[in-house]
DNA sequence: TCAAATAACGTGCATATGCACGTACATGAA
DNA sequence: TTCATGTACGTGCATATGCACGTTATTTGA
């Protein structure tokens, strides 16, 4: 097992330009404009793709558990909601508990996701292509696993 | 060479959870919420760190200079140093040519990265850990990688 | 020299992000 | 039943992000 690391690359580690957060976010922004422009013609931004695409598969959700799922802090994820409401491709339904708000993706948005498919599977798979299928596969789960480790710590 | 993905390869490049864009969305958010968290005692965002590093590093730049070495759009760097400004960390100087607006990191400023620089430090090296090095420079390439793919094509 | 093209900016608009704080509702124990 | 606690939310504030559009200053070509 590794227990320390060596000068050389805490040296890396710690070199600015190496900063994982700027690194991200910068990756972040420029892809993000890539899926956008693909979906430009939906209407959709990137976010909003990707919370029908989260109701389509887990079907109606308590705003709390869809943030969950969006790993996305709750506030955030209501005014997100808001131009999909206004634009009627999601309602909030209730419960029998009146604190809760239920997520429903509605039938125009069930089609505005199915007709932004093809055009995010477009982009992904050019993307996919562009580091290549194996290197981008384990860059998906290097993806992942940062995401666990920054959760648990 | 690679002329085709195999039938397999595009079901997994195209299964919606494993879309590029959500996912890298996500990593960013966490942790830029682990970096701030870490910077939180000096005052500084995880963005503002980054302006800085980038000021320290490359000197005084034009506007658009920085916002390029940056991978950010230009108006979203001019709203960036808004608060870096108040804060006296960062300063505007004119040129010969009177449309450059030169950025340059004032003495306050530099103090104020050379302060926060040991937590920037400490939690770069935790999320190393958290990846292991190796892993962790695999995954600095594929983002660089992914960087530079996406804004070539 | 002077008008057209270009370059460097800022602003309005819309969305994204999260923390601190406050509110309404539900639940369990006295 | 009632009240203390906990749960599900929303809002105010500050920052981040980029596109469309407009302004000012410089450069270039006739």
């Not at 194996?134 to 860059?139: A, E, I, L, N, Y």
Request: proline share 3%; aromatic share 4%; charged share 25%.
């Amino acid at each position: 097992m590794k227990q320390s690391e060596s000068k050389s690359e805490r040296r890396v580690a710690t070199n600015m330009a190496a900063c994982t957060c700027a690194n991200l976010r910068k990756a972040a922004r420029v892809i993000t404009q890539r899926y956008e422009a693909a979906l430009q013609p939906t209407g959709l931004k990137a976010t909003q793709f990707t919370v029908l695409v989260t109701l389509a598969k887990c079907g109606d959700l308590p705003l709390t558990h869809l943030a969950e799922a969006l790993v996305l802090d709750r506030t955030t994820l209501t005014r997100n909601l808001k131009p999909l409401i206004g634009q009627g491709l999601v309602t909030i339904g209730n419960e029998r508990d009146q604190r809760v708000r239920r997520i429903k993706l509605t039938a125009k948005g069930s089609k505005a996701f199915k007709d932004a498919l093809p055009r995010w599977e477009e982009v992904q798979l050019q993307v996919v292509a562009g580091l290549g299928h194996k290197r981008w596969s384990g860059f998906l789960d290097d993806l992942a696993a940062t995401i666990a480790e920054a959760r648990s710590t």
